[in-house]
């Protein structure tokens, strides 16, 4: 089976902010954007560190070169903040979908960190397959905020994980067969706050053409106010077979943290995220969360 893809991107600064701290990159097999934050310029150079060193690191079609990517993209985001005083305490987000194998079979990988977005439309149901690192989440995951509470809640825009955060940097890791007509969309949250997701599915299976759908998501993004800059990567998979879509919509893969480095040895064990703190009482900074924009 040749798996292809068949990709529209584009990046836009939106309606509020002079300058455009999202990056994407698109290989032949993989895709991936990125949402920087930090002072002045520092969080556009973290994001595209971010799609660069994917871009140049992402070599074997595997998960370890996928996710070790990320983990050389966290090295080399804090290396650069270490030297460059502007550079400081820089961050950002990376979701990728790439093809590669996993336990024999070759499909989908999907990696995540941070709150950037991936969605997929297939056999008409449209699904986030990525959970957001972000601390209104945990918060929902604990019952203590509703999902529509969630959407507008002033602390929405604090990530709990980031590349450039600490040293060790866990990512999510899933794996997804390679239907035949699926359509994936990788989305930067200025697409993902100001656009409901039954819009979006709406555009998603409304316009045909990859290319023209990024510029539509962006427009009605814009439309909605364009408070952040807004990032789309939309990617249809071809396989030249008709697939069979397993009865569950799950991950057959599994969550794992990504090591510092490809090739050091056993990964660490993964740890549970701190509880939220009360919601009424502004988080105590910690270098571990990350406020955006
Ligand atoms: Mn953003």
């Not at 300058?19 to 310029?41: F, L, P, S, T």
């Not at 972000?134 to 990530?159: C, F």
């Not at 799950?250 to 009360?278: N, Q």
């Amino acid at each position: 089976m040749t798996i292809r893809f068949n990709v529209g991107a584009a990046t836009d600064s939106g309606r509020v902010r002079d300058i455009n701290q999202d990056a994407y990159v698109v290989k032949a097999d993989a895709v991936a954007v990125a949402d920087g934050m930090g002072g002045h310029r520092a969080g556009d150079v973290a994001a595209r560190i971010a799609v660069e060193t994917l871009d140049r690191s992402f070599t074997e079609p595997t998960f370890e070169s996928l996710s070790g990517s990320f983990g050389l993209a966290n090295a080399e985001i804090l290396g650069r903040a270490a030297i460059d005083p502007e550079l400081h305490g820089m961050g950002t987000t990376m979701c990728a979908v790439a093809i590669v194998q996993h336990e024999g079979a070759t499909g989908l990988g999907v990696v995540n960190v941070g709150d950037s977005r991936v969605y997929r439309l297939g056999h008409g149901e449209f699904v986030q397959l990525t959970e957001d690192h972000s601390l209104v989440e945990s918060m929902v995951r604990e019952g203590r905020l509703t999902a529509a509470e969630a959407e507008v809640h002033p602390q929405r825009n604090i990530v709990t994980r980031a590349l450039g955060a600490n040293e060790n940097v866990q990512v999510d890791q899933f794996f997804f067969p390679a239907i035949d007509g699926d359509r994936y969309l990788l989305c930067s949250d200025g697409l993902s706050n100001e656009v409901p997701d039954e819009a979006l599915a709406q555009m998603m299976a409304k316009i045909a053409d990859p290319n023209e759908l990024v510029h539509a998501l962006i427009d009605a993004a814009n439309s909605s106010g364009g408070r952040d800059n807004i990032t789309c990567v939309v990617l249809d998979v071809s396989t030249g077979e008709s697939g069979t879509r397993p009865s569950s919509s799950a991950p057959v893969g599994v969550v794992t943290p990504a090591s510092g480095t490809p090739e050091s040895a056993p990964a660490p064990a993964r740890e549970e995220a701190a509880p939220p703190p009360d919601p009424a009482v502004p988080p105590a900074p910690k270098r571990r969360w990350w406020r955006k924009g």
